[in-house]
T-cell receptor, first 112, second 110 residues
Framework: KNEVEQSPQNLTAQEGEFITINCSYSVGISALHWLQQHPGGGIVSLFM???GKKKHGRLIATINIQEKHSSLHITASHPRDSAVYIC??????????????FGKGTKLSVKP | DVKVTQSSRYLVKRTGEKVFLECVQD?????MFWYRQDPGLGLRLIYFSYDVKMKEKGDIPEGYSVSREKKERFSLILESASTNQTSMYLC?????????FGQGTRLTVV
């Protein structure tokens, strides 16, 4: 079983829809990251969370440490949000060098 | 803005060639990482380094080596490229838990 599981693997939405991507993990963590990867490869860090909730524009990330679960929400989705969204955790066990354990990603496609 | 720069976006190499992938970061980060990304497998750690001349094996180091002679530069070396090393390679650096990624190098070994 993977230490970081994301769902769904693929998601197609209509422009304007509210989107939720989920991430569950099975290890103790010191932080959780949400990353965005556009076609072409470059990865951008969206959020780093260790508790609670963060908001940036139309993006909201939440984490529940007790349940070992995080969600990424996109409000009023737009075709430019189409990308792969990756959840990554910094494990308490291997965290001293900042190494991350990655989920396999959720491919989001937003249709106009 | 922090910048992590990988030397090439696309590379095509022949089987058996020695291949160098270069990564440079401009913010004096101590921790640097090389990952490969394959469909259905996500990102997997090849090697990382937490200081100059220091290196640690990640989850899939076989067939690779690394070099960190200067703090800003972390090189990934394929000693003898093979077709199963065709992949997207991503470099990252971290500081205070925040992660910064390069744009990726898509390597094809023919």
């Amino acid at each position: 079983k993977n230490e970081v599981e994301q769902s769904p693997q693929n998601l197609t939405a209509q422009e304007g829809e509210f989107i939720t991507i989920n991430c569950s993990y099975s290890v103790g963590i010191s932080a959780l990251h949400w990353l965005q990867q556009h076609p072409g490869g470059g990865i951008v860090s969206l959020f780093m969370l260790s508790s609670g909730k963060k908001k940036h524009g139309r993006l909201i990330a939440t984490i529940n440490i007790q349940e070992k679960h995080s969600s990424l929400h996109i409000t009023a989705s737009h075709p430019r949000d189409s990308a792969v969204y990756i959840c990554a955790v910094r494990s308490e066990g291997r965290g001293s060098q900042g190494n991350l354990i990655f989920g396999k990603g959720t491919k989001l496609s937003v249709k106009p | 803005d922090v910048k992590v720069t990988q030397s090439s976006r696309y590379l095509v190499k022949r089987t058996g060639e020695k291949v160098f992938l270069e990564c440079v970061q401009d913010m004096d980060h101590e921790n640097m990482f090389w990952y490969r990304q394959d469909p259905g497998l996500g990102l997997r750690l090849i090697y990382f380094s937490y200081d100059v001349k220091m290196k640690e094996k990640g989850d899939i180091p076989e067939g690779y080596s690394v070099s960190r002679e200067k703090k800003e530069r972390f090189s990934l070396i394929l000693e003898s490229a093979s077709t199963n090393q065709t992949s997207m390679y991503l470099c990252a650096s971290t500081l205070q838990g925040r992660a910064f990624f390069g744009q990726g190098t898509r390597l094809t070994v023919v």
